[in-house]
């Protein structure tokens, strides 16, 4: 079943066991089913602006409340809970060209529940859990120019499961639960 869309978009992503992203705008879409595979699952717009989705290559580390972020056309995936719900600190990219992943070198802290966005080419991987399921300030930045992590200044409140996107070159944290597990109205 194809849905035409009057606005347009470039290509959106997804990637995880049961995390699916979803666009800027609402419609009802015949998702494929997922299986205990991880699968990288594509949504490209072709020239009618028609969305349609299909599977690509299968993320090597099955994981769940992960983080993403694109840098320099590959997606990141970051972080997570293994299917143990053990914190995991890999990292690893798909090339969408190439419809592969590789490992890139592990965050410093493992954490689940983790927010990301990326500035100026680096990657912030922001909060989360540790392995007790306590909330975290910890930020820390993977320059892929490099290939290399560095700890930055934490945030002002623990936070995990929480929302981060970049305005104008400024990277937000929005809102999760601290670390008491309560639900936070904060942004930092």
């Known amino acids: 079943m194809k849905k035409r869309f009057r606005k347009s978009f470039t290509l959106f992503l997804a990637v995880g066991l049961w995390t699916l992203a979803v666009p800027v ?48 056309g590959l997606l990141y995936a970051v972080g997570g809970y293994d299917v143990n719900m053990s914190v995991l600190d890999r990292v690893e990219a798909y090339d969408p060209a190439a419809d592969s992943w590789s490992a890139k070198p592990p965050m410093p802290t493992a954490r689940g529940g983790l927010g990301a966005g990326v500035v100026n080419g680096v990657l912030y991987a922001v909060g989360g859990t540790n392995g007790l399921y306590q909330a975290l300030n910890t930020v820390e930045a993977y320059d892929a120019a490099t ?5 930055k200044a934490p945030m002002l409140t623990p936070r995990a499961f929480c929302g981060a996107g970049v305005v104008d070159g400024n990277l937000y944290v929005v ?9 936070l109205d904060t942004v930092e």
């Open 25 to 72: 705008f609402t419609a009802t879409l015949p998702l494929p089913t997922l299986t205990a595979t991880p699968t990288l699952i594509t949504c490209g717009v072709d020239g009618l602006l028609s969305l349609q989705w299909a599977p690509r290559g299968a993320l090597p580390t099955n994981r769940e409340n992960l983080a993403v972020g694109t840098v320099n």
């Open 147 to 151: 290939g290399g992590w560095s700890v």
């Open 175 to 183: 809102g999760g639960y601290d670390a008491n597990n309560n639900i």
